[in-house]
């Protein structure tokens, strides 16, 4: 991974706006696009209980679990509710806060930063969206394919639409508080398993849940 694109990217995600979001627990926040586009960031739900869709993704998980980009925690909390091991990371310390005040373990650090259990998790989890991180999705699925233990799954969120793009973005309010820009991604079901198949992955299978697209992948 290009250290350029990620540090940009943690800077922007450690900025006001996201994380004074996460504190109060509420949007609107999006990312805007150089061309005026933009997407809904969907905080509200973050920072609320796992809803059917996100239950639809814990009944997937195997073994320890590892959140990449967990945000406020609602999935790694509802795993040690569960009497499950999982640990979320996440580069902005707000969210990693809320994970733990939530009762998730949580730690400030990017997915390409060491990281325990390393080639031993039975599940990697990039929901959210958060296949995007970094704008490289090959090297992401690259990384997780070292994190995650032999015969281990990858559970994506996709984006409904059949995407596959990269494009500079940047956080912004309703106030007008913005970020850096840094690199995004977007990707549908099947640029990733096509992203995903060379980086050691294969497709297991595809659902839906309350509007969500997902993808479960095994090494």
Do not use: K
Not at 5 to 28: K, M, N, S
Not at 69 to 89: D, E, M, Q, S
């Amino acid at each position: 991974m290009n250290a350029q694109l990620t540090e940009p990217a943690a800077r922007t995600w450690q900025a006001d706006p996201y994380a004074d979001a996460l504190r109060l627990g509420r949007g609107p926040l999006y990312l805007r696009r150089r061309d005026g586009w933009l997407l809904p960031l969907d905080v509200e739900r973050w920072c609320a209980e796992p809803d059917a869709a996100d239950d639809t993704v814990l009944a997937r998980c195997t073994g320890p679990v590892l959140d990449v980009g967990c945000g406020p925690g609602r999935l790694v909390a509802a795993l040690a509710r569960l009497g499950r091991t999982a640990l979320g990371i996440d580069i902005t310390p707000e969210a990693v806060a809320r994970s733990v005040r939530a009762g998730g373990s949580a730690l400030c650090r990017s997915v390409f930063d060491p990281l325990p259990r390393e080639g031993g998790w039975g599940t990697v989890l990039l929901i959210d969206g958060n296949i995007g991180i970094g704008g490289d999705p090959a090297a992401l699925l690259r990384r997780a394919a070292e994190l995650a233990a032999p015969g281990g799954s990858l559970l994506v969120e996709v984006a409904t639409a059949d995407v596959d793009e990269r494009v500079e973005v940047h956080v912004e309010d309703v106030n007008g508080g913005r970020g850096a820009s840094f690199w995004w991604a977007r990707l549908g079901a099947r640029a990733l398993c096509t992203e995903a198949r060379g980086a050691g992955w294969i497709p297991y299978g595809t659902w839906q849940a309350a509007g969500r697209h997902f993808v479960h992948l095994t090494r």
